[in-house]
């Protein structure tokens, strides 16, 4: 085969993909930012994420949490259902201006949560998971604005790196977190 017709159809291919991968992550949300997030996950072949987003029908959308309560104000993002049983994954706007690589992350993440109520276990998947999502995606020669997100991020790949099958320490941590201890009915 010709080598100038190999990379013609290589190209060709590359041209047919970019445009199929984009009206696919169309299906989850209509932002920009989010949909960039989307084909981020999409072209490191998450392709658990994206069966879990398909499930369940899911939307990603940015959304100031502090108008679902007042102790939702400084979530990262959660995962939620409206009054039509239609799912959400709701972005803290205070996140609006983060990375591609951290949006990623926090989408992971939310995907892993199906159940109506949480549990410690699928929490802890979940939490897992966004590390793993970090842990690929981010980029070591580029300088992330330092933020709450940027700082969760690194301390749970730090946990992930550090545990073993019999020390979860990201687990360890949602056990001993208020917020989980209640939300997640964990007795301590």
Not at 79 to 93: A, E, H, Q, V
Not at 164 to 185: G, M, P
């Amino acid at each position: 085969m010709n080598i100038k017709l190999f990379f013609m159809a290589i190209a060709m291919m590359i041209f047919c993909i970019a445009p199929a991968c984009a009206s696919y992550v169309d299906s989850f949300t209509t932002d920009a930012d989010i949909k960039e997030a989307l084909v981020m996950l999409k072209n490191a072949g998450a392709d658990e994420v994206f069966a879990n987003l398909e499930e369940n029908s899911v939307k990603v959308i940015f959304y100031d949490l502090s108008l679902l309560s007042y102790d939702y104000r400084s979530h990262f993002a959660i995962n939620s259902t409206d009054s039509f049983g239609n799912r959400y994954i709701l972005i803290n706007t205070r996140y609006k201006n983060a990375s591609t690589e951290e949006l990623a992350c926090l989408i992971a993440h939310e995907s892993f949560h199906k159940a109506d109520a949480a549990t410690l276990e699928e929490e802890t998947l979940a939490t897992e998971k966004e590390a793993y999502y970090w842990n690929l995606l981010k980029k070591t020669d580029k300088n992330y604005q330092a933020s709450k997100l940027l700082y969760r991020l690194n301390s749970l790949v730090q946990l992930s790196n550090t545990s073993d099958e019999d020390n979860n320490l990201i687990q360890i941590k949602i056990i001993n977190s208020a917020f989980y201890r209640q939300q997640l009915a964990i007795a301590h």
